[in-house]
């Protein structure tokens, strides 16, 4: 186990190592690719109103002259140790940990990713509660029940779920229920209140999000619970276990579900990680100000060190929702710590 | 002198010997699973819209022609300058506007709706071609050599799979300026797309196509071909490649509808092609701000709906038809 677990724990730092490169690639190569200039990458820095000269002097001092190598084990100092930027006239301080600085509103990335981090926290966690119960039971049912009116009705609709991107649904939900003169009921987009201010009004405007994005989730959930739940009743030892006299129940919950859930626990782990780096579609969609928002408006805004920011926290969620997972799946599944 | 030989053809189809040759006729893979797919309607329906969506993007400004409007042109005079919504009822359905007009502008919603499935068709395809291709290359490498090489190309779909994909599409397509590759306007729009899209999604054919080299690799048709001296190329393009085309043309059919949504989520973010194109996604994006005109969500949404529901209906029979074992 022991083992396992470090052998598992180097493997992330490999991938955080690699989605930084890739990061970095897109936020200092690719433009160099595109076409861009060093000094027309410091000139971000400095603002559109300076000088040639000055976007010179400052594309030097920010070091875009640099080996790319050299500006790369500066953009991992800066994450580990913080950074300065000495772009000419001044020097901006970004303390560790530094996914960015915005020269646009003259402040770290950091802090801002801290404050809007809870908003998608508590999006991702109120809709996969929903979706775990409502889509692995739903599989679980019409796999058992196969055929019957139930698995039908209940494919149906999880086949138009994962067919509808969540942006309409969205829409469609917040024109219905939030707009809509007859079942006006729900918050509209744009609010969020901490759950520590007031539980309540924390639950009322996040209810339509959870439901649209649970939705989503819990048809793909359906689909993979069902399959899963059909191959795995048919094996040889659900037959063993039947033959042992085992009563349904047992063989169903013991035998059946664990063998089908464990692959989706992996499958749920990614998809949550993702989530938590950035829900954009939803938070887009009901103007919730969460990190994914926090990307798009900056994308809108050319304020690239913001979005960089994103991109690097999300990568973090993804990497270390994999590795608890992992780690869940060698306790739920011995045989893997054997391979 | 023995027993007279009947020489006519009438006699030897009646001998049991040709009568057994008939019954065990052999059916190709392909003719089984096309029987299979003749006898699944719910796909047989999906594949019938598939193709009258492609029909309806490839013949798009003939459409347009004779039931709508040019997709670009504003028709303000049909806008209330206070609500800035259209004049008539129901969004301004009428005869001359089937779907209505958009707030605002007043443009034709119908024939940028019927425009739309051209830019999600195109990209959706083309990145599924790019995937594919891809993904056979790379995956077909993995199972065949195996070995670092394998090790080396399973690690990087594990990477490319555990990426936060969104995140990372919008901040390329967000960082691109206008101007780049010495491409401009829709065209660099509808590559950087393609190419974020298919690029991002190989390692899921990938990792179909190398498992099933793997399994391929060790059959007995492989040995034969080797030991009548077949080389390593012959045995990748003749033997194994054949074999592979029907996992990768289920696969990469139910890809399709996945980048049909992955590309109007770009749109709808503002990082997909730039307006005044006409998008799906796009549209829902302006729709947004408009939320006292349902029909200008309601027939971008519909049409993302329908289309990628039809590929997914079509790719789920496909799939039963070529693997019985998942039959539903």
Same mark, same amino acid.
């Given at each position: 186990?022991?083992?396992?677990?470090?052998?598992? #724990?180097?493997?992330?730092?490999?991938?955080?190592?690699?989605?930084?490169?890739?990061?970095?690639?897109?936020?200092?190569?690719?433009?160099?690719?595109?076409?861009?200039?060093?000094?027309?990458?410091?000139?971000?820095?400095?603002?559109?109103?300076?000088?040639?000269?000055?976007?010179?002097?400052?594309?030097?001092?920010?070091?875009?002259?640099?080996?790319?190598?050299?500006?790369?084990?500066?953009?991992?100092?800066?994450?580990?140790?913080?950074?300065?930027?000495?772009? /000419?006239?001044?020097?901006?301080?970004?303390?560790?940990?530094?996914?960015?600085?915005?020269?646009?509103?003259?402040?770290?990335?950091?802090?801002?990713?801290?404050?809007?981090?809870?908003?998608?926290?508590?999006?991702?966690?109120?809709?996969?509660?929903?979706?775990?119960?409502?889509?692995?039971?739903?599989?679980?049912?019409?796999?058992?029940?196969? /055929?019957?009116?139930?698995?039908?009705?209940?494919?149906?609709?999880? #086949?138009?779920?994962?067919? %509808?991107?969540?942006? !309409?649904?969205?829409?469609?939900?917040?024109?219905?229920?939030?707009?809509?003169?007859?079942?006006?009921?729900?918050?509209?987009?744009?609010?969020?209140?901490?759950?520590?201010?007031?539980?309540?009004?924390?639950?009322?405007?996040?209810?339509?999000?959870?439901?649209?994005?649970?939705?989503?989730?819990?048809?793909?959930?359906?689909?993979?619970?069902?399959?899963?739940?059909?191959?795995?009743?048919?094996?040889?030892?659900?037959?063993?276990?039947?033959?042992?006299?085992?009563?349904?129940?047992?063989?169903?919950?013991?035998? /059946?579900?664990?063998?089908?859930?464990?692959?989706?626990?992996?499958? !749920?782990?990614?998809?949550?990680?993702?989530?938590? /780096?950035?829900?954009?579609?939803?938070?887009?969609?009901?103007?919730?100000?969460? %990190?994914?928002?926090?990307?798009?408006?900056?994308?809108?805004?050319?304020?690239?060190?913001?979005?960089?920011?994103?991109?690097?926290?999300?990568?973090?969620?993804?990497?270390?929702?994999?590795?608890?997972?992992?780690?869940?799946?060698?306790?739920?599944?011995?045989?893997?710590?054997?391979? | 002198?023995?027993?007279?030989?009947?020489?006519?053809?009438?006699?030897?189809?009646?001998?049991?010997?040709?009568? =057994?040759?008939?019954?065990?006729?052999?059916?190709?893979?392909?003719?089984?699973?096309?029987?299979?797919?003749?006898?699944?309607?719910?796909?047989?329906?999906?594949?019938?819209?598939?193709?009258?969506?492609?029909?309806?993007?490839?013949?798009?400004?003939?459409?347009?022609?004779?039931?709508?409007?040019?997709?670009?042109?504003?028709?303000?005079?049909?806008?209330?300058?206070?609500?800035?919504?259209?004049?008539?009822?129901?969004?301004?359905?009428?005869?001359?506007?089937?779907?209505?007009?958009?707030?605002?502008?007043?443009?034709?919603?119908?024939?940028? $709706? $019927?425009?739309?499935?051209?830019?999600?068709?195109?990209?959706?395809?083309?990145?599924?071609?790019?995937?594919?291709?891809?993904?056979?290359?790379?995956?077909?490498?993995?199972?065949?050599?195996?070995?670092? $090489?394998?090790?080396?190309?399973?690690?990087?779909?594990?990477?490319?799979?555990?990426?936060?994909?969104?995140?990372?599409?919008?901040?390329?397509?967000?960082?691109?300026?206008?101007?780049?590759?010495?491409?401009?306007?829709?065209?660099?729009?509808?590559?950087?797309?393609?190419?974020?899209?298919?690029?991002?999604?190989?390692?899921? +054919?990938?990792?179909?196509?190398?498992?099933?080299?793997?399994?391929?690799?060790?059959?007995?048709?492989?040995?034969?071909?080797?030991?009548? =001296?077949?080389?390593?190329?012959?045995?990748?393009?003749?033997?194994?490649?054949?074999?592979?085309?029907?996992?990768?043309?289920?696969?990469?059919?139910?890809?399709?509808?996945?980048? +049909?949504?992955?590309?109007?989520?770009?749109?709808?973010?503002?990082?997909?092609?730039?307006?005044?194109?006409?998008?799906?996604?796009?549209?829902?994006?302006?729709?947004?701000?408009?939320?006292?005109?349902?029909?200008?969500?309601?027939?971008?949404?519909?049409?993302?709906?329908?289309? $990628?529901?039809?590929?997914?209906?079509?790719?789920?029979?496909?799939?039963?038809?070529?693997?019985?074992?998942?039959?539903?």
């Amino acid at each position: 186990m022991v083992t396992y677990l470090i052998r598992r #724990l180097i493997g992330a730092v490999i991938m955080l190592l690699i989605v930084s490169m890739a990061t970095f690639a897109i936020f200092f190569l690719v433009p160099q690719i595109a076409g861009a200039t060093p000094e027309g990458m410091a000139s971000r820095y400095v603002g559109r109103t300076a000088s040639a000269e000055d976007a010179k002097i400052a594309a030097d001092r920010l070091g875009f002259n640099d080996p790319l190598v050299v500006q790369y084990g500066r953009f991992i100092k800066g994450i580990v140790a913080g950074a300065e930027f000495d772009y /000419g006239p001044g020097v901006e301080q970004c303390p560790p940990p530094c996914l960015g600085y915005s020269f646009i509103t003259r402040q770290p990335v950091w802090p801002d990713l801290l404050d809007r981090l809870p908003v998608t926290l508590s999006l991702a966690v109120g809709a996969a509660v929903l979706w775990l119960i409502i889509g692995l039971s739903t599989g679980v049912i019409s796999a058992l029940r196969r /055929g019957s009116v139930f698995d039908r009705a209940a494919m149906t609709l999880a #086949l138009a779920g994962v067919s %509808l991107p969540i942006f !309409f649904t969205g829409l469609i939900s917040l024109l219905v229920f939030s707009y809509g003169n007859p079942f006006a009921v729900f918050a509209q987009g744009g609010h969020y209140t901490p759950i520590t201010e007031n539980p309540g009004e924390w639950a009322y405007n996040l209810i339509l999000p959870w439901i649209t994005l649970a939705f989503l989730f819990a048809a793909q959930y359906a689909r993979l619970t069902r399959a899963g739940m059909l191959e795995t009743m048919g094996e040889d030892y659900i037959r063993t276990a039947r033959a042992k006299g085992l009563i349904e129940r047992t063989v169903v919950v013991k035998h /059946g579900m664990r063998g089908a859930l464990t692959p989706i626990v992996t499958i !749920f782990g990614l998809d949550f990680g993702l989530l938590v /780096g950035g829900a954009v579609l939803t938070e887009s969609t009901y103007s919730l100000p969460g %990190l994914g928002k926090y990307a798009i408006d900056a994308i809108t805004n050319n304020d690239l060190p913001k979005v960089m920011g994103v991109t690097l926290l999300s990568a973090f969620f993804v990497v270390f929702a994999n590795l608890i997972v992992d780690l869940l799946y060698a306790v739920v599944d011995p045989r893997v710590r054997l391979s | 002198m023995t027993a007279p030989v009947d020489v006519s053809g009438k006699a030897e189809q009646a001998s049991p010997d040709g009568a =057994g040759r008939k019954a065990v006729q052999g059916r190709s893979l392909t003719q089984i699973a096309w029987g299979r797919l003749k006898r699944d309607y719910v796909a047989l329906a999906g594949a019938v819209v598939v193709l009258l969506l492609i029909f309806i993007a490839i013949f798009a400004p003939l459409i347009v022609n004779l039931w709508g409007q040019d997709p670009l042109q504003f028709n303000q005079d049909q806008i209330d300058s206070g609500t800035l919504m259209p004049k008539g009822d129901y969004g301004g359905i009428s005869s001359d506007h089937l779907f209505g007009l958009e707030p605002l502008n007043g443009r034709d919603l119908f024939s940028r $709706v $019927v425009y739309g499935a051209r830019i999600s068709l195109l990209i959706a395809f083309l990145a599924t071609i790019l995937s594919v291709v891809i993904g056979t290359v790379l995956g077909m490498i993995a199972g065949f050599f195996g070995g670092w $090489v394998d090790t080396l190309i399973s690690r990087a779909m594990d990477v490319f799979l555990a990426f936060p994909l969104l995140v990372f599409a919008i901040a390329i397509a967000g960082i691109i300026p206008d101007q780049a590759f010495g491409l401009t306007g829709d065209t660099l729009r509808v590559a950087l797309l393609v190419f974020i899209i298919g690029f991002f999604n190989w390692p899921y +054919i990938g990792r179909i196509v190398r498992g099933q080299t793997l399994s391929l690799r060790e059959r007995e048709f492989v040995d034969a071909a080797r030991s009548l =001296g077949a080389r390593t190329p012959y045995i990748i393009f003749r033997e194994l490649l054949p074999n592979l085309m029907a996992p990768i043309l289920v696969y990469s059919t139910l890809l399709i509808p996945s980048n +049909i949504l992955f590309e109007a989520a770009l749109s709808f973010l503002g990082v997909g092609v730039r307006p005044p194109t006409p998008t799906w996604g796009g549209m829902l994006s302006d729709a947004v701000r408009f939320y006292t005109a349902p029909h200008f969500a309601v027939f971008p949404g519909l049409a993302i709906f329908v289309t $990628v529901l039809a590929f997914n209906l079509f790719g789920d029979g496909l799939r039963d038809a070529f693997d019985p074992r998942s039959r539903r």
